[in-house]
């Protein structure tokens, strides 16, 4: 089983539209990640979830709503979206992520289209 | 505030050397990654830094200089199938990765 999987790989939805994007981790980790990446710019932090718990949301926009209902499955509920949302949204996972030495393994992305 | 800096884009010709560089400014300092992305996959660990000097994996080695902000990553013997971004990332002192916009590298036959 590949480490990180995220489905959709592939979103379009309208701006009144609600969609989740689901990742899941198959490594035991026990931290999970919501990235997004825009053409020609840095990943974006958006959530981080450590043993289940929400660390860190780097104001992130309330259409954008995270669930971790366990270790590994972490979801992104999308409402409401414009159009300057789209962009990949990746998943990763690591372990203990207040240890400097663990890298993130992340998912193959979900590529999202806001029309 | 924090801020990776690496080049947009580089080309380089197949079984030669090129070396993709970045700089950094943030607070604090946990660690330099260095990650592939190949176009449509996900980025792939290819090395970590923490100390000064160089680590060397195969025919790629990362290079890191904590007084001077700045690492290197070195790839040696080029094929096609390095063709991709290089994403250099910092964890700062809260250990939250902070990423640069990554390097585009081309390779020519």
């Known amino acids: 089983e590949t480490g990180v999987t995220q489905t959709p790989r592939h979103l379009v939805m309208g701006m009144t539209n609600k969609k989740s994007l689901k990742c899941e981790q198959h490594?035991?980790?026990?931290?999970m990640y919501w990235y997004k990446q825009s053409a020609k710019k840095p990943l974006e932090l958006m959530f981080v979830y450590n043993f289940k718990e929400q660390t860190e949301n780097n104001s992130v926009p309330s259409r954008f709503s995270p669930e971790c209902p366990n270790s590994s499955h972490l979801f992104l509920h999308l409402h409401t979206l414009q159009p300057e949302d789209s962009a990949l949204y990746l998943c990763a996972s690591s372990q203990d992520p207040g240890d400097s030495a663990y890298e993130q393994y992340f998912g193959p992305g979900t590529r999202l289209t806001v029309t | 505030g924090q801020n990776i800096d690496q080049p947009t884009e580089m080309t380089a010709t197949e079984g030669a050397i090129v070396q993709i560089n970045c700089t950094y400014q943030?607070?604090?300092?946990?660690?330099l990654f260095w990650y592939q992305q190949h176009a449509g996959e996900a980025p792939t660990f290819l090395s970590y830094?923490?100390l000064d000097g160089l680590e060397e994996k195969g025919r790629f080695s990362s290079f890191l200089s904590r007084s001077k902000g700045y690492s290197y990553l070195l790839l040696k013997e080029l094929q096609m199938k390095d063709s991709a971004s290089y994403l250099c990332?910092?964890?700062?002192?809260?250990?939250?990765?902070?990423w640069g916009a990554g390097t585009k590298l081309i390779i020519k036959p």
């Open positions: 830094n923490v």
């Open positions: 943030t607070s604090g300092f946990n660690g």
């Open positions: 490594l035991g980790h026990n931290a």
């Open positions: 990332a910092v964890k700062d002192s809260n250990y939250q990765l902070i």
